[in-house]
């Protein structure tokens, strides 16, 4: 890291306070252009919190959020998606009550004028519909197109989240626990997902299973208590005697 | 085959869109003129109550302000043949736009709340439109309202009148179901279901809302306005908040979020009003129970809990090898 790139997003002092508590409390974070890096940590380290400063869900208490050289610590959550900024959620957030197709849909017309055609007809266009597929097809759900999400499983239901994030082409993507509750076999699949996006799209990750993430990242921020505890490469984090202390320590009582 | 909003085959809706095209027709030649007159009103309601439907069963925002914007049109229109000499045509015009433009500015107010709060805001909302044409009364008339002379020539006739009616509401349901059924309406279904992923998929919320709570009052004016016509009279009672729940009542009844439903409602609640009513003064009471009876055996609403039937009696049939 002699020479670093260019950051996509960078965090200056940015501190989210609940009352009393300090949810986040990072001093510096900085994610280049094409980067994958994944954020552990445990359970009310902040990584979510974190998640929603990043993408106007929460404005910061204090600090600064530049994204690609713009301040972006005020802006409302579409206007941040707008420049390329998205994310899946840890607690499964879809339409529940719309088929899996209407979800794809509303996901692919978020950033185009299409959205706002009052009587135009409803139906895929042959570009969304090669786009929803693809993506439907990469998460495995290529015969539930016209389930309601509520009558689905709740893996599929994870599994529709990534869709509809790949769906989208931010050049942003934050994946919340995209693997939690999922079984081994699931979890393969996110693996893969996550592993077969293009190289131009930035990834950050939180992820609580270990081995899953530091396969698939460059660089790990390991939060602790709304800090940045350690930030280091896959290999280091392994081996890290304070992550092991807070983190894999606590990991394997558990278990 | 992905479109999960269609639920019957394409004949289903051509045969049912032609029936009851045939009973429309033929109602004029079956009822007496006291009895059209009844139907027509059941039109007229119906796109009052598709209106409220757009925003309460579609956007998830229950608005209780629509017979403000209803009455205010009603207003206008007796309003601007009266004493500006417009026209009738041009009157229901400006019924609608006066109408459009007092939704545009309920919807700046209330866009950014929802649930009980858009309930409460839009109901207070409401309530400032009746206590104004209740106190203006040198243009409003007070409690004594305006009395128009509207149905005039051809109009008279309610045989006439009726089909104006039944084609101006036909014309709103079709425009109201591509309107819910475009790319904007599955926004608002959307917004409906999950206003934090809309906006991280990059939605403005609050944009749409208020866009829809515009269209809502736009259609919630035509049928203010066709009301002056066949009422030929306005008092605050047309704006007034009864009004308003009347509305909303019929959407639920008929099942919200399903729009053909307002015309089930419509017909119920009105004809239960009139045929109630001859028999003891307290028809209210009789509504009130009507309305728990359905929410408490189907809670979706008449016409919800039909589709709800068929789709799982198509489901069970789907299933079987
Ligand atoms: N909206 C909120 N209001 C108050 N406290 C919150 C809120 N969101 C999160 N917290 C608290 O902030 C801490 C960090 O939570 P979170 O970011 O979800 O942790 P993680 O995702 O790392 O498990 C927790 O103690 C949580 O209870
Ligand atoms: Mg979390």
């Known amino acids: 890291m002699s020479n670093p790139p260019k950051p996509l997003l960078d965090l200056t002092a940015v501190v989210m306070q609940f009352g009393a508590l300090r949810a986040v409390d990072v001093a510096a974070m900085s994610i280049a252009i094409g ?21 106007g869900v929460l404005r910061p208490t204090s600090g600064r959020i530049a994204f690609d050289g713009h301040d972006i610590t005020r802006q409302l959550p579409h206007r941040r998606a707008k420049l390329g900024i998205a994310r899946t959620f840890q607690i499964t957030n879809l339409f529940p009550t719309l088929s899996v197709m209407d979800n794809m849909k509303l996901a692919l017309r978020g950033l185009k004028p299409r959205k706002f055609s009052m009587f135009g007809d409803g139906a895929l266009t042959a570009e969304e519909r090669s786009i929803a597929e693809h993506a439907l097809g990469m998460t495995r759900l290529g015969e539930r197109q016209s389930a309601i999400v509520r009558d689905m499983s709740y893996g599929e239901q994870r599994q529709l989240e990534l869709a509809m994030a790949l769906s989208s082409t931010p050049r942003l993507l934050l994946f919340d626990e995209p693997a939690a509750g999922l079984s081994p076999a699931e979890r393969t699949i996110v693996a893969e997902i996550v592993r077969s996006l293009p190289r131009d799209i930035t990834v950050v990750l939180i992820e609580h299973d270990m081995d899953l993430a530091l396969g698939l990242v460059d660089y790990v921020t390991c939060m602790y208590e709304g800090r940045v505890l350690v930030e280091a490469s896959p290999a280091e984090i392994r081996s890290n005697a304070t992550v092991q202390d807070v983190y894999l320590g606590k990991a394997r009582h558990h278990a | 085959m992905t479109d999960g909003e269609r639920r019957h085959p394409a004949w289903v809706s051509w045969a049912s869109s032609v029936g009851v095209l045939a009973v429309l027709a033929t109602l004029p030649f079956v009822l007496k003129s006291y009895h059209l007159g009844i139907a027509t009103q059941i039109l007229i309601f119906a796109i009052l109550a598709m209106s409220i439907d757009v925003l309460a069963g579609f956007s998830g925002r229950t608005p209780l302000c629509h017979g403000a914007i209803f009455g205010t049109a009603t207003y206008f229109v007796i309003y601007s043949v009266n004493i500006w000499d417009l026209p009738l045509p041009a009157a229901l015009l400006v019924g609608v736009a006066a109408a459009t433009v007092l939704s545009a500015v309920f919807a700046i107010l209330a866009v950014r709340v929802s649930g009980v709060y858009f309930l409460l805001l839009t109901l207070a909302l409401g309530l400032v439109v009746w206590g104004v044409c209740l106190r203006w009364s040198q243009v409003t008339g007070g409690e004594n309202g305006l009395r128009g002379d509207l149905r005039r020539g051809a109009l008279a006739d309610i045989k006439v009148f009726y089909a104006i009616a039944a084609a101006t509401s036909l014309f709103a349901y079709i425009a109201m179901r591509r ?66 729940v009347q509305g909303l009542l019929m959407a639920i009844v008929g099942g919200i979020g399903t729009l053909v439903g307002s015309y089930v409602g419509a017909a119920l609640i009105i004809m239960l009003e009139l045929f109630v009513s001859a028999f003891t003064e307290r028809w209210q009471i009789v509504l009130g129970s009507v309305f728990v009876a359905i929410m408490l055996f189907a809670p979706e609403g008449i016409v919800g809990k039909i589709n709800q039937l068929t789709r799982r009696h198509s489901q069970s049939k789907n299933t079987n090898p």
């Open chain 2, 179 to 244: 309107f819910v059924n475009s790319p904007f309406g599955l926004t608002l279904r959307g917004i409906r279901d999950s206003e934090s992923r809309m906006a991280s998929l990059g939605y403005n919320v609050t944009l749409h809302v208020f866009l829809a709570f515009v269209v809502s009052g736009f259609f919630a004016g035509l049928a203010g306005s066709i009301y002056a016509v066949f009422n030929n009279y306005v008092s605050p009672s047309a704006v007034a908040l009864p009004q308003s």
């Open chain 1, 35 to 55: 980067e994958r890096r994944a954020v552990i940590g445990p359970n009310g380290a902040g990584k979510t919190t974190l998640f929603n400063t990043i993408t």
